[in-house]
């Protein structure tokens, strides 16, 4: 017997968090009847944007990601609870705000007594697994019947043969059980290896946001980034092929999504769209109409566990913060979530920031406005940043570029999303929107309670790397200063 605690009481540091209950399961044998539940299939990309054809980049070439969205439903208005790696990904297997179980800040392991997704689902009688980047540390890993072999050739290139193995093995193994299946795949995180990644992308045919340089150096790194997103597009469809030659392809809901935002400037680590806005597309046979959009409202991948575990007939914990959107998935013309609610934290640098949005505005609070916005080491070591502080140095940055190196900054900024898009005109100081700003910040603070968020001045780590120069001085993560 395994007990997880989804209730109760965790402490946090110098915090006690208080749950409604707690919660005890046995694993269970599978009955040695057919399954009549679906498999469960999910792809994540990381660092991805929304670059693929299916989301109206023409320059891209996504033809298997593409077809998945012909084949189910595409979601437009998705976001993420975190525009970093581990935070996002440990709120969406939990169905938890990362800051309520303590792994808000990058590299932060999931405590051992906070249950995920595939424990529900290996307790139902489903074979789990998970293969590639997972980064939600040991005590998660447990919770899956297997953890396959393979990885990448070296420098990030093509998957090994060893990774196409251990997918099919995993998949005969299932035999007359449901599955449970989540690949991490490393693209398109940086380092950039063209060397070990064909071109498939011209950096003449890129589409640069405003944000970025329009230069040669900012091009080849975004044609960089595209041709990893191919790479991985293809590796999706060489599995569907497998899983498809296995038989199973018919009775299995296919997910495709991303952790966070491309890993440019003012996009990953960022609450803006570019920064957490994720891919959401679901493939189900026979039960999602081909070709279907879903932008009536809006998503929260910390609705992503309750979601899956309801399509499998499965309920979810009452006890979360995440509730399932399967009706939209099913039924299109159903309304999502009038407002979706994000945070960054420590990454290289840290950072206490949050956000609310609805679908025409944004609202979000930097407690450390007196200092340079925070950005990751992987992004400001990267030809696009380079390419940054150069024009800055010449003074030839547009007003929008050199948002991100300002200080003091806004502590809040608001967002007209439906006349700004790239969010680069702060209106928090028009009285005509005071009202808005006054609704969306009650709300904010309203969430913060609730999801038992900590204050700014508790739970902070020293930066590593310089917000000014974006220089990497320092490794590791450093020890957490809970005043």
Not at 29 to 44: C, D, E, K, Y
Not at 169 to 189: C, V
Not at 426 to 441: G, P, S, T, V, Y
Not at 460 to 468: A, E, G, I, Y
Request: proline share 7%; glycine share 8%; hydrophobic share 35%.
């Amino acid at each position: 017997m395994k007990t997880f605690l989804t209730s109760g009481v965790l402490k946090k540091g110098k915090t006690w968090l208080c749950f409604i209950g707690s919660t005890c399961f046995m694993q269970s044998a599978w009955s040695q009847q057919a399954p009549t539940r679906p498999n469960v299939l999910v792809f994540i990309a990381d660092d991805v944007g929304m670059d693929f054809g299916c989301y109206g980049n023409p320059a891209i070439k996504t033809p298997h990601i593409d077809r998945l969205a012909s084949e189910g439903i595409r979601f437009k208005n998705a976001y993420l609870t975190a525009p970093q790696s581990s935070p996002s990904r440990t709120s969406m297997m939990t169905g938890m705000f990362a800051h309520t179980i303590g792994t808000e800040d990058l590299h932060t392991p999931l405590p051992e007594s906070i249950r995920m997704m595939p424990s529900y689902f290996s307790e139902a009688g489903y074979y789990t697994g998970c293969m590639l980047k997972t980064h939600w540390g040991p005590e998660g890993n447990k919770q899956f019947d297997r953890m396959l072999a393979g990885d990448y050739l070296p420098n990030q290139g093509d998957l090994t043969e060893k990774a196409y193995e251990s997918y099919t093995r995993f998949l005969d193994d299932s035999g007359t059980r449901p599955f449970f299946l989540w690949i991490g795949f490393k693209d398109a995180h940086r380092p950039y290896n063209r060397d070990v990644c064909p071109q498939e992308n011209h950096p003449d045919e890129v589409i640069v946001p405003p944000f970025l340089v329009d230069g040669p150096d900012t091009r080849r790194d975004l044609a960089d980034y595209y041709d990893e997103i191919t790479r991985m597009d293809g590796d999706i469809g060489k599995m569907l092929s497998i899983l498809e030659e296995k038989g199973k392809l018919d009775n299995t809901i296919i997910l495709f999504l991303s952790d966070n935002g491309m890993p440019f400037p003012r996009s990953k680590g960022s609450l803006y769209d570019s920064g957490i806005q994720t891919p959401l597309i679901f493939s189900w046979k026979g039960n999602i109409p081909p070709g279907t959009v879903h932008d009536n409202g809006l998503v929260s991948t910390v609705d992503l566990a309750p979601t899956l575990l309801s399509l499998a007939g499965i309920a979810p914990p009452r006890d979360i913060y995440g509730k399932s959107f399967h009706e939209l998935i099913l039924d299109p013309t159903q309304r999502g979530r009038d407002y979706i609610f994000s945070e960054r934290n420590w990454h290289n640098t840290d950072e206490y920031t949050r956000s609310i949005r609805s679908e025409k505005y944004k609202l979000i609070y930097n407690a450390y406005y007196h200092l340079p916005a925070g950005t990751a080491t992987d992004l400001s070591t990267s030809p696009s940043w380079y390419e940054l502080k150069e024009r800055q140095r010449e003074g030839l940055l547009t007003e929008a570029q050199l948002q991100q190196f300002a200080a003091p900054r806004a502590m809040v900024e608001l967002y007209d999303l439906e006349n700004d898009p790239y969010e680069l005109h702060n209106i928090a100081d028009r009285q005509e929107h005071f009202a808005e700003a006054k609704k969306l910040a009650r709300l904010l603070v309203k969430w913060q309670k609730e999801t038992l968020d900590h204050p700014h001045w508790q739970r902070k780590r020293s930066d590593t790397n310089d917000r000014v120069t974006g220089f990497p001085l320092f490794d590791g993560v450093p020890e957490l200063q809970d005043e």
